[in-house]
């Protein structure tokens, strides 16, 4: 008897799971990777592995870059930017308008491109671009900033000499915006900072907490961070080393890494797990280096987090060592790169180096140990280059 | 003539053995009556002998706390496995006749289940102090919960027969332990809604939540109660509490469909 209480029971149970309902359509509506065909990406792109874009979620705008030869509005190359089809890898069941794989003209400023889900509810509009490549300036004063699409945050740029915009400048704001909901833009670890500065604003770092959410995730600081290269926000929680994608494609070759901080560290250096440990004291690190920017397959290949000083596609880093912590008054430093290898001027001249300038408010803040309250503040940095003209 | 006095006499014939047929069956029917009463009373109590008593229940509780009907966002069960423990109460019941009667008692129980599920673009949003993530998660959920309290049931007793009784009614429930926590993981979550940024969540480092604390502590629903007699004194029984009321409180967000704790008992009782 009990054994049938029990199967009546045991199918009760069953029913409920054997209620799952039909599977609803996709909701999402992405662009998750564009693709141009091309037999001969090298004679136009800026490389051979441009033509294939990963577009990161958070994207619209797709970029697609050209060679140095086409900074020359007439040159004869962009006729074939007149007839250029892409493919485009989609969301399950979304749909694209133009056609997937049809050819355009994108000389007029691009093409714009429409996905709709597949369960019709949701749609993008994506910009798809082809541009010259954006030569990387090396003077930095920070005054270049911007709010980002919701105004949660600022976001820093430069003017290139064409005067573009270039979005050179990342920081681990958009993880710290999805940690910290709650924090105001002033609560941001890496914000603009009228008080202190050389000049106009300098930009202010600070090692924040990232609340109980960054427990949740055992990621319980924020480092104040800004780089040249980019921030990967959907890597963020799973691999925040994989996150910070240091470096952009660079032509020249840099000799001198020079500019001013204010630093003061935090009370409480903590660990990743976040028990103080005493006697600790926090540092700042800035510091920048030149890498190639393919591996040994050809690739295209980027620092990040976990071997952006340790790599062996390193070829010269400049790095502040002596670390000055001092928040009365500014330090200057002015540190020669440190050559770990020859430069090859062929690749240089093709963009085969990254540039990368760093400063974050705590030297471990992306393994997550650091004193909450940490503070670097940096302004009027210059990267001086070979042959420039001064 | 004589057939008129055929027919008069067939007549009285068969009226007599209908009377003697239906004679036959009354006490046919009456004998078998006291057979399910003297049955009735071997097996339990009649409104003969004042119909009162009370009956110990100690069980096993199985089940699960979960939405109803599945939404369609959760895509597959892959794991579940009751987390129950024993249940303990007495029930005093009153019989009016023969069949029917009231009952109402005081259990404590535990209750509890793990599950995994795969969901799709499940909406969710995790509120942590005053920081909120939400959007629309797609991948792995593992959720864990246990209760343990006390349950008050007022049932009405209807006897089938001799020795099958079944309850059903109302109960109140107090949990005096609550917890609901878990974790998802090898998915992603599209932030806002499902245009927005994409964040992935590995089952390496997996986002852990806990919503305890946003737990009622009473809640209610009905009871079934069918009880076996076994021998003389002793039942099984098995039972269940089919909550009608969200283990949330009203103004929990983070999920957004109400889950209702459906919980069974097996066990045996003793009455008298």
Known sequence: MRKIFFGLSLAAILGLVSCIQDEPLNAECDIEQAVVVTDDAEAWLLNASEAVQDVPSADTTIVFYLREEFMDENYEGWDRLKDVAINFRLTPGATITPENGSAHDFTQGGVYYHVTSEDGAWQRNYHVMFIPVQPLTVTYDFENFRWESLERYCEWFEYSDQGNEINMWATANPGFAISKSSATPEEFPTIPWENESISGHSVKLETRDTGLFGVMMNMRIAAGNLFIGTFDVANALQDAMAATRFGLPFNKKPLRFEGYYKFKPGEKFQNRTGVIQEGWVDDPD?????????????????????????????????????????????????????????????????????LSVVFTSSIEGGAFCGAVGSTLLVDEVKVTCEDEDE | MKRLKYILMTLCFSAAGLLQAQESMKSLMDERRENREANYAKWGPTSEHDGMGFIVRAGYVIGGTSPLPLPAEIRKINEFSPKGGFSLGIDGYKYFNMRWGLSAGLRFFMQGMHTGANVKNYGMSIVMGEDIVSGNFTGTDITETRMSGFTIPVMATYRVGARWTFNLGPYFSYWIYRDFDGHVFDGYLREGSPVGQKITISADNPAFYDFSDDMRSCSWGMEFCADFRVREHLNVFGLLDWGLSDVFKDDFQTVTFPMYPIYATLGVAYYY
């Open chain 1, 286 to 354: 800035l510091y920048a280096v030149l890498y190639e920017n393919t591996d040994e397959n050809g690739q295209s290949f980027t620092l990040q987090g976990d071997n952006v000083l340790t790599h062996p596609n390193i070829v010269a880093l400049a790095r502040v060592t002596d670390r000055v912590h001092d928040f009365d008054n500014w330090t200057h430093f002015d540190i020669p790169f440190e050559y770990y290898k020859e430069i090859d001027e062929e690749r240089l001249k093709t963009y085969g180096y990254n």
